[in-house]
Every structure is written in structure tokens, then in C-alpha cells.
């Protein structure tokens, strides 16, 4: 979590990269157009959220729902700006989104890595958790 330009997405292609190297799974990232497209290897599942008319944390919710369930073999989820994907603003809702991921990491074993372009002084204790 970070103000733009903090360089937030150059870590995050750091790690999806370190992800391909040594995790057995398939990887997603999912990010607004397709900026990343040759930043990150052609193996892993780069989504494209403008495609698909995001309309806020319970349609991100289903979406990564499924995806894992129509493929049991995704290891790692990664988010690029998650306010940009959802093209909303830093609320309540993207706390309980966190949360909602750490519990379905729990029970299915998928990691998430996720970006957040705001102010980490806004961050709650909660948010602050998963830095």
C-alpha cells in the first residue's frame, strides 16, 4: 500500500516472477488493461479487469471464485492497484475484501498479493495486518 509511483507494481512483477520460479502451481494476476503484459511471464494468467466490468468487492469476489473453482490448481493471486481494478475509492468494504481473502487463502491454499494505491497512513489496524 503505498501513493502511486512508490513503486508498488515493480515489486509486485518482482514477485509474481519469484512465484513462477518456485511455486508448482498456476498463477493469476489480475490488473486494469494489460500493462504488465511484458513485464511477467507468458505462464502466468494475466486478467484484463476492464473486460469485465468489475462492479466492486462482491463481483471480484465471485470472480476469483471462479476462477479457482474452474481451476483447482491456481496457487497465487495477484492484484495489481485494487482500487483501479474495482475503480472505487479506500473504504470499509476493501478491509472486509482482506479479510474475505485471507480466509479463502486459509481454506483453499491460494495466496494473494495485492496492491493498493492509497495513502498507508489511511490504513486501519486491520489493513496493516497484511503489509
Known sequence: MGLKGNG?????????????EKEDGDIV???EGMKLRYDIPHSVRLVDSSM??????????GFIC??????????HIF???????LNLEL????????VWCDGFSSREGVKFTITISADVELATDVVRKYF
Open 8 to 20: 508498488k507494481t515493480k515489486k509486485l512483477i518482482e514477485l509474481v516472477n519469484e512465484a513462477v
Open 29 to 31: 494476476c489480475i490488473e
Open 52 to 61: 469485465y466490468e468489475f462492479y466492486g468487492y462482491h463481483f471480484l469476489k
Open 66 to 75: 471462479g476462477l479457482f473453482s474452474g481451476n483447482f490448481d491456481i496457487t
Open 79 to 85: 492484484i495489481d492497484s485494487l482500487l483501479r481494478v
Open 91 to 98: 473504504d470499509d468494504r476493501m478491509e472486509e475484501f482482506l
